[in-house]
């Protein structure tokens, strides 16, 4: 492949993944706008995303690379709101590249004899205030090594989980799936099962969504597509989720739980997540990093 098509797909899916930040964040804080429930009533103001830009620091920006040059190596944005209706919510956007330390090289496709790597994603993880709202992860990224793929996913984690709230959820991605392969969402779903699993504690983490990975087939177009199309069924139907819920009052016994369901949460990111490894080893912010990290938590 010449440079200029790379440059221009790299280009094509970094504005993406900047656009789909921006409908989330406006679609959130529109949320923030309209509960009408407890958090309403409650001294809390409705929650804005607060945008902190950040850079790779030189050191962890791989050989040859100058670190004087404000391109060098990237850098993303991170989005976090504290409001009503979210306790907190991130959504972040990073575009980085250099080289992948030699003891992580050889578990990167593509990636292990010739360490440069170039990466773009977004990545969202929403802790509610309100126990009876679901919690959610989702991301997408494209990765360039030698060769070049997508990833991503999404998955809810409710307290007490809702039958129909499941059912839609999982639509949601298979109708995004289908579109592409009918092997995809049984594919996928099976994926997140399997990854978003807690093998200390023999339980799921929530009640999965879809997850792929190393996705690269001979269309890019068509591969940058889906990943467009998984992007939006998210960013449509956990809303939808959230208004279902946010009005409705909660007792303490059902707080305290979501605390304790959260620990799990924490456990799963900090000890198995592949995206934790991954950003913390390619020197990425590490504040941006555990954003995932609930602002509360607690274990029984």
């Known amino acids: 492949m010449n440079d200029v098509l790379l440059e221009e797909r790299k280009a094509q899916a970094r ?26 009533s409650s001294a809390l103001a409705p929650g804005r995303f607060t945008r902190t830009a950040w850079k790779r620091p030189p050191e962890q920006r791989g050989a040859g690379i100058e670190a004087e040059a404000d391109t060098d190596g990237g ?3 991170m989005s976090v ?17 250099g080289e992948f330390s ?31 709202v679901p919690a959610a ?24 989980p809702v039958e129909s709230d499941t059912r839609d959820f999982h639509a949601a991605f298979q109708r995004a799936c289908d579109m592409y ?17 807690l093998p200390h504690r023999g339980e799921m983490r929530g009640v999965g969504g879809i997850f792929y990975d190393d996705h690269a087939t001979e269309n890019w177009d068509k591969d940058l597509a889906f990943t467009q199309d998984v992007g939006g069924a998210f960013r449509d139907i956990y809303p939808a989720l959230v208004r279902r819920h946010m009005d409705k009052t909660w007792t303490e016994e059902q707080r305290a739980a979501q605390l304790v369901k ?5 456990e799963f990111n900090l000890i198995h997540d592949r ?22 938590a607690a274990w029984s």
């Open 15 to 40: 504005a993406w993944f900047e656009t789909l930040r921006d409908e989330i964040c406006a679609s959130y804080e529109a949320l923030e706008d309209a509960v009408a429930g407890p958090n309403e």
């Open 75 to 77: 850098g993303g944005v």
């Open 81 to 97: 709101m504290k409001g009503r209706v979210f306790e907190k919510v991130g959504v972040n956007v990073s575009t980085v590249h």
């Open 102 to 132: 030699e003891q992580f090289r050889n578990q990167i496709p593509g990636a292990k004899d010739d360490p440069r790597f170039w990466a773009s994603g977004i990545s969202l993880v929403a802790h509610p205030r309100s126990p009876l």
């Open 137 to 160: 992860h989702f991301n997408t990224r494209m990765i360039v090594t030698t060769k070049q793929w997508f990833g991503g996913g999404g998955d809810l984690t409710p307290v007490f």
């Open 181 to 197: 392969d009918a092997a995809y969402y049984p594919k996928f779903k099976k994926w997140c099962d399997e990854y978003f699993y």
């Open 262 to 266: 959260r620990g799990r949460y924490v």
């Open 275 to 296: 995206g934790t490894r991954f950003g913390l080893m390619t020197g990425g912010n590490t504040e941006a990093i555990l954003m995932s990290l609930p602002p509360l």
